[in-house]
């Protein structure tokens, strides 16, 4: 996978979103508690680290910039997702913040005129049990950078319709990181 965001085409993230389904709507229904409840935890402690990934780097290829997402972006997007995770299910001030800001955009993207209503939120800490899945989105990400590591030479005009790899920073060092077409001047 060579393209901004295509870490959400990953057969992982696939699967996830159809665990995610099937738990949401036929496994909670059905048997209900604490399993189905961590189940959803799992999902979504994996998958959202990877979708503001995939978010940012689409921005990043919009302006023209090196899109790819380091090491030090997966990191950055790992802590983040499992600082707020924590901070939700153990702070009581966060948690009504959280449930609140769910429900005014549930409300914002389903067009509703209805007053915002806030999702319920479970706060447990034992949730923070499904915290190590962040290794594991980690590792999907590491592993898409070594795969793209071990392929073809980078062409310089990476991140532009010209080219799909992005070029390493040690082969950008000291030049404008933008492709020609993005570079003032140039079109």
Not at 147 to 164: K, L, W
Request: overall charge positive; aromatic content about 6%; proline content about 7%.
């Amino acid at each position: 996978m060579t393209k901004p965001g295509d870490l959400l085409l990953s057969p992982w993230v696939g699967i996830a979103l159809i665990v995610l389904v099937l738990n949401d709507h036929v496994l909670k229904a059905r048997f209900g508690g604490m399993i189905t409840g961590k189940l959803s935890d799992v999902v979504g402690v994996f998958v959202l680290p990877l979708l503001t990934l995939a978010l940012v780097e689409v921005a990043r290829y919009a302006f023209g910039l090196r899109w790819v997402s380091g090491r030090r972006d997966v990191l950055i997007h790992v802590a983040v997702v499992g600082f707020g995770f924590a901070a939700v299910k153990t702070i009581p001030a966060v948690d009504r913040a959280y449930e609140y800001m769910v429900g005014l955009l549930r409300t914002i993207v389903t067009f509703s005129t209805d007053p915002v209503t806030p999702i319920l939120v479970y706060p447990d800490t034992t949730d923070l049990l499904v915290l190590p899945v962040l290794v594991g989105t980690y590792a999907l990400v590491v592993s898409r950078e070594a795969s793209r590591r071990r392929g073809t030479p980078v062409p310089a005009t990476a991140g532009c319709s010209g080219g799909d790899r992005t070029p390493s920073r040690s082969a950008l060092r000291g030049q404008d990181q933008r492709c020609p077409e993005h570079r003032p001047g140039t079109r």
